[in-house]
């Protein structure tokens, strides 16, 4: 769903960001939301009358301590491509993430939700799939069963092993249950290589934390 932002001039200069803990969204990954709260139906509301991209970024302080967290200083920019209204007035929505964004500042616009000055600069490489990289998938498939043994959860291994790179990364970086400074750091990573690097240390590591690698047929 890039498609139709090919440079950083078909990017807004402020988008409205939802702030939420433990949530990661990467360049054409795809994030299902459940809204509810009526700041963020709101929210949506707006975004469909506007550009349709929200803003997933983590907040840096916990939740339920204060009205107004810190926020993280990058996200991601989605583009809300799914959208179905529910019988008791929830929106069930999804996001596919579009550009990483670094937040110049928060505007103060009277909204009930927030709202940030979006410099996408730093990540214009977001803009195109990633081409010709290596990818380590049979150390990244060992790391992951290993990881779900350890937690007795299962996969749909023929989907797993016929994915595509980037749409299997993505998935795994957004679903698996990583802390959230983990999350920051998958999001964060400097370019692809990087990524998957950090995802499957991640993995890694939670194995042998778990009680060390297991045998998995």
Known sequence: MSG??????ALP???PVFPLSGVLLLPRGQLPLNIFEPRYLTMVDATMAG???IGMIQPVEPEEKTLKPALAQVGCAGRLTSYREAEDGRYLITLTGICRFRVE???ELGTPFRQVRADFAPYVSDLAA???ADFPRERLIGALKAYLSRRDLKADWQSVLSAPAETLVNA????????PAEKQALLEARDWSERVAILVALLEMA???AGGPASVN
């Open 13 to 15: 200069e402020s988008i």
């Open 172 to 179: 795994l970086a957004m679903l698996c249950p990583f802390e």
């Open 105 to 107: 500042a928060e505007l």
């Open 51 to 53: 550009t349709r991209l």
């Open 130 to 132: 990633p081409e010709g």
């Open 207 to 209: 194995s042998v934390s």
């Open 4 to 9: 139709r932002y090919h440079t950083l001039d």
